[in-house]
Every structure is written in structure tokens, then in C-alpha cells.
């Protein structure tokens, strides 16, 4: 029988909750207590937050919640911002209006979709937010990747390749560094086929402030409709990332 349920991390999440919610600071004793867990599990989780900062201790070695937990926040709020000047902003592009326009992060090996907005004509693969993909196989992860080192990547594989999802997929590192290349070279990324045969996908990255890809941007569409309009898409789709990065204090390149 499998679980999902990783009891470590359960018993974290209870500590960080409870010290959360507590007025004043907290003793591990008083934490393990309360929540009715080993002294020497509270003591090792304690200490394994306390080296990230997610707490920090007191004089009285009492524990509340540390600065790392700003930095989750900051991340959060860019990732809302960055949502919103989507759906805002794209409503000045008509021609990209025309299609299915999806926004994704990167997560380990895989893109997770946050927002979409929906071409008139539905093209038959679901974008809803919180769907996750292998990012070497979508325009958008391609996008985000094509930023970073080959080595890095590597290791977000565990330098083992996924499988194809479709017989168009990439099949290994060194296919997709090919691609990769192209896309540092346009901005330009491009799933022909290799997530769903038949869609086509053309992707790029929006830049945070600190000039780090923060999110992938992609339009899907059919392939013929690719054939016909892949330059003016383009075009807009890298306009209108350039255009959220300028709100987000991104320096233009």
C-alpha cells in the first residue's frame, strides 16, 4: 500500500503552524508537548529550519518564525503580480487574443501552469491552472531553461532524460541543447507537436527584476494556423513579455 503522507515533513508543518499562531515565542519543550512529538524529532526539525532561517531563536532559546519565510513571500507576491499584468497587458495584443495563451514556472523537472486565456476555439488539452508538464518537452519550460547552464539542467534530471511523451519529443540532452541554442539566439521556443501531436506551441521567458526568468509564456495553436502566423505571433508574444518585465522593473536587453 503507498502513501502520500511524509510524516517528517507532516510534523514540520504542525511546528511551523503552532509557532505561527503562538503570541510569544516557544521552547522546543513546550513544542513537542503540545503537539505530542519526541523531543528528539522536535529537537531535529527545529535545527534543520533554524539552518535555513525559517526560525530563529531568542536569548531564552525560545523559537519564532525567521526572515527566510520573507523570501517565500516575495516569490509568492511576484508570482501574483506577474499574473495579473498577464491577464491585463494582453488584452493590448488582439492577435494573441486569437489563441490559447498560457503562463507557467518552472518546478524541478516540470512547468506548472498558473493562468490561460482560452482561444475562442478550444484546441483539446486542458491548461488549467496547477496542470504540471516535463519542461523539456513544452515551449514554455524550453523557454525557462534556455537561461540556464546545461549542467543545472542536467540536475534536475538527475542527468536521466524523461521519456517522450509523442514521437516529436526531444530524446536526450544533447537534442535539446541543439534547441535550447536556437532559443537563446530568437527568444523564441517552440513545442512542434511534442506534448500533444497536432498542437504546436510557441513559447518565451518574462525576466524578474533581477533579470532571472521568472515564468515561461506560451500561445498554442494548431499547426496550420502556426504556419500561417509563427512571425507575427512571435513578434507580439515577445513584445508583450517585454512589456511585463518593464512593469516589473526588469532591465531591458
Not at 476555439?121 to 524550453?142: C, I
Not at 511534442?194 to 499547426?223: D, H, K, P, W
Request: with cysteine; charged share 15%; proline share 4%.
Amino acid at each position: 500500500m503507498t502513501t502520500t503522507s511524509v510524516p517528517a515533513l507532516e510534523k514540520t508543518f504542525q511546528i511551523l503552524d503552532l509557532i505561527t499562531e503562538s503570541p510569544k515565542p516557544l521552547s522546543a519543550a513546550q513544542i513537542a508537548n503540545q503537539l505530542g512529538i519526541a523531543r528528539s524529532s522536535t529537537h531535529n526539525i527545529l535545527q534543520s529550519l533554524l539552518a535555513k532561517h525559517v526560525i530563529d531563536k531568542d536569548a531564552d532559546h525560545r523559537f519564532y518564525l525567521g526572515s527566510y519565510l520573507l523570501y517565500w513571500a516575495g516569490q509568492y507576491e511576484q508570482q501574483q503580480i506577474v499574473i495579473r499584468l498577464f491577464k491585463d497587458l494582453i488584452l493590448q495584443y488582439p492577435l494573441l487574443l486569437n489563441y490559447t495563451v498560457t503562463l507557467s514556472k518552472l518546478d524541478l523537472g516540470e512547468v506548472v501552469f498558473l493562468s490561460c486565456h482560452e482561444a475562442p476555439a478550444p484546441l483539446g488539452f486542458t491548461f488549467r491552472a496547477g496542470v504540471r508538464v516535463p519542461a523539456v518537452f513544452s515551449a514554455t519550460g524550453k523557454a525557462i531553461l534556455s537561461t540556464m547552464s546545461m549542467s543545472t539542467i542536467q540536475s534536475l534530471y538527475q542527468n536521466k532524460f524523461p521519456k517522450p511523451i509523442t514521437k516529436n519529443g526531444v530524446a536526450s540532452f544533447t537534442e535539446l541543447a541543439a534547441e535550447l541554442t536556437q532559443i537563446q539566439q530568437s527568444r523564441i521556443s517552440l513545442d512542434d507537436g511534442q506534448l500533444r501531436e497536432g498542437m504546436y506551441c510557441l513559447g518565451t521567458y518574462i525576466n524578474n527584476a533581477s533579470g532571472q526568468a521568472l515564468v515561461g509564456m506560451a500561445v498554442s495553436f494548431l499547426q496550420a494556423e502556426y504556419d500561417a502566423h509563427h512571425d507575427a505571433v512571435s513578434y507580439q508574444l515577445i513584445a508583450l513579455a517585454k512589456q511585463i518585465e518593464q512593469q516589473l522593473g526588469a532591465v531591458a536587453k
